[in-house]
């Protein structure tokens, strides 16, 4: 499994960014996938997760109403709308997937796959 992450920038305070994750080696629509950024010296922690269709949508109080996670079937990918960004926004953003269909990739220990990360950084 291979997930392949990019649409991270700089960008204001304010401004928008969409990250996409193009995933390979796996049945992409059996798998949940989700979002987690890393701030540095800090652990990975949850940002958004859909389940498998993108009709069940989960995400960390920090970005709901800002953030939106959807993917597109046909071309393996999912997507992470930023919204409204902030400067507690800036960290490496990481798509994820679990190791198994039954799993939802809210915790980090749910995951099984990560991609390589995109650096997102919001300047006041």
């Known amino acids: 499994v291979q997930l392949q992450a990019s649409g991270g920038g700089l960008v204001q305070a304010g401004g928008s960014l969409r990250l996409s994750c193009v995933a390979s080696?796996?049945?992409?629509?059996?798998?949940?996938m989700g979002w987690f950024r890393q701030y540095p010296g800090k652990v990975r922690e949850f940002v958004a997760a859909?389940?498998?269709?993108?009709?069940?949508?989960y995400y960390a109080d920090s970005v709901k109403g800002r953030f939106t996670i959807s993917r597109d079937n046909a071309k393996n990918t999912v997507y992470l709308q930023m919204n409204n960004l902030k400067p507690e926004d800036t960290a490496v953003y990481y798509c994820?997937?679990?190791?198994?269909?039954?799993?939802?990739?809210?915790?980090?220990?749910?995951?099984?796959?990560w991609g390589q990360g995109t650096q997102v950084t919001v300047s006041s």
């Open positions: 994820a997937t679990p190791r198994y269909t039954a799993l939802l990739p809210r915790t980090r220990e749910n995951i099984g796959f």
């Open positions: 080696g796996l049945t992409f629509s059996r798998y949940a």
């Open positions: 859909d389940d498998r269709n993108s009709d069940s949508t």
